[in-house]
């Protein structure tokens, strides 16, 4: 018995505190883990809208002007950010855009890549001149 090595208190608290870290992140990160595909499809698409929206918003800062429409986000992105899978939506489609003097419209047209819908069909984004 004397060969057997005693676990010293501050191992046993230490492994109580990891097994506790470990099933608070395991809890907490259930909804993360049980989304829907189609919801992060429709996260990605958001957060590339807005990404894009800023990433005009600085280009009209500093050339004084928003891009062309006929390759304006391709320009924007090659600018500012060589990743070009900004110009796609969550599902693959491509991001539209149109520029006025005083507004920039930055447009998915949803998981079927047609204008309407609804549910995920539905555009997202600013579509005013989408009549």
């Known amino acids: 018995m004397d060969n057997q090595k005693k676990k010293s208190p501050d191992f046993i608290i230490s492994l109580l505190v990891i097994i506790f870290l470990v099933i608070t992140f395991l809890w907490y990160s259930r909804p993360l883990v049980n989304s829907s ?3 992060s499809y429709l996260n990605t698409t958001m957060i590339r809208i807005k990404t894009l929206e800023v990433l005009l918003m ?5 050339k004084g002007f928003f891009p062309p429409e006929n390759n304006g986000l391709a320009l924007v992105v090659k600018e500012y950010d060589e990743d ?3 110009l796609l939506d969550g599902w693959g489609n491509k991001i539209l ?3 006025t003097d005083e507004h920039i419209y930055v447009i998915s047209l949803g ?3 047609e204008k309407g819908g609804t549910d995920l069909d539905e555009d997202i984004g600013v579509y005013d001149l989408w009549d």
């Open 37 to 39: 595909p189609e919801n």
């Open 58 to 62: 600085t280009y009209n800062s500093d």
């Open 84 to 86: 070009n899978s900004l």
């Open 97 to 99: 855009y149109k520029a």
């Open 111 to 113: 998981a079927d890549g």
